[in-house]
């Protein structure tokens, strides 16, 4: 069981930076997990995301920042749950690194061990089993749906955040009506206004778009009802209300913002 004292985990004999738990060895896990790999060496090691996906990042960084930086207990912790494979900070922390948070790193990829932060290589599902101590927050940024029991992750949860402790979620929503508002909204990104020829491919196309976005979201609906996977990387696909529910049986939640024309919703939910 390690303790954590002057930021180094410390058991009997070791003092350590990052240590190993359980690692992941059902093998269905293991093959959606694998499966990522090659695009977290691109996003996580080189930081090479799209500006939408680096916007969001700090949008989710200031929906943290409100609820941490209000809270002016000393020396808090906070367990990122799926933190990647990336050796620096993640984007969604880089400026919330330079307050008196401690950040906590946690991802099964045995990646990368030695990290600029404190990382505990190994799964969350099991974690308090290895430490003798709770922390303050938790975050899950994108990593929610990478999890395969939820019911495991909710009690695990209450196991290691502290009483009025906050958990901090990102979620990527997979509801027909909000997908389609993203991917049209997409169409409007470049249109200037005032040139004639964006106007008049948009008024041509539109309709066009317009149906065949109605027939791609009608496939989605009955592939959700269907609880068919939408791609070969998670185990879950939320759907804004299960997501709710999901949220509620956690604790209160205190705080959500959906971001406009994009999938993505942030929770902070207390214990
Ligand atoms: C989409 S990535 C998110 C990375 C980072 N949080 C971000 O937002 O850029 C999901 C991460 O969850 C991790 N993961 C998968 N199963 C897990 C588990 N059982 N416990 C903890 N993390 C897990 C994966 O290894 C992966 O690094």
Same mark, same amino acid.
């Given at each position: 069981m390690y303790k954590l004292i002057d930021d180094n985990f410390v058991d009997k004999e070791t003092c350590l930076r990052t240590i190993k738990t359980e690692l992941i060895v059902d093998e269905k896990q293991l093959e959606l997990q694998d499966n990522s790999l090659e695009q977290y060496k691109e996003t996580h090691e080189l930081e090479q995301h799209s500006d939408e996906i680096k916007y969001l990042m700090s949008e989710f960084e200031s929906f943290m920042a409100l609820h941490l930086l209000s809270n $002016? $207990? *000393?020396?808090s912790t906070i367990l990122d749950v =799926? %933190? &990647? @494979? %990336?050796?620096?900070?993640p984007i969604y922390f880089k400026n919330l690194k330079n307050s008196n948070l401690t950040y906590i790193g946690l991802d /099964? !990829?045995? @990646?990368? /061990?030695?990290?600029?932060y404190l990382f505990i290589n &190994? $799964? !969350? *599902? =099991? +974690?308090h089993k290895y430490i003798d101590f709770k922390f303050d927050n938790l975050i899950f940024s994108t990593s929610l749906d990478h999890l395969e029991n939820l019911n495991e992750v909710n009690e695990e949860i209450t196991k290691v955040l502290k009483k009025d402790g906050i958990a901090f979620f990102w979620v990527g929503l997979h509801d027909p009506e909000i997908v389609s508002r993203q991917a049209l909204s997409g169409f409007f990104k %470049? +249109?200037? @206004? !005032?040139k004639k020829r964006d106007l008049l491919e948009l008024m041509f196309k539109f309709p066009l778009i317009l149906i065949k976005m109605y027939q791609l979201m009608r496939k989605r609906s009955i592939d959700l009802s269907k609880l068919q996977p939408m791609d070969n990387l998670h185990f879950h696909y939320f759907l804004d209300k299960n997501l709710e529910n999901y949220m509620k049986s956690i604790g209160e939640i205190v705080d959500v913002k959906y971001t406009p024309f994009t999938n993505s919703v942030f929770y902070a939910v207390k214990l």
């Open positions: $002016k $207990k *000393e020396n =799926g %933190s &990647g @494979i %990336s050796v620096q900070h /099964p !990829f045995e @990646i990368n /061990p030695q990290r600029d &190994g $799964k !969350f *599902e =099991g +974690l %470049s +249109l200037d @206004i !005032f």
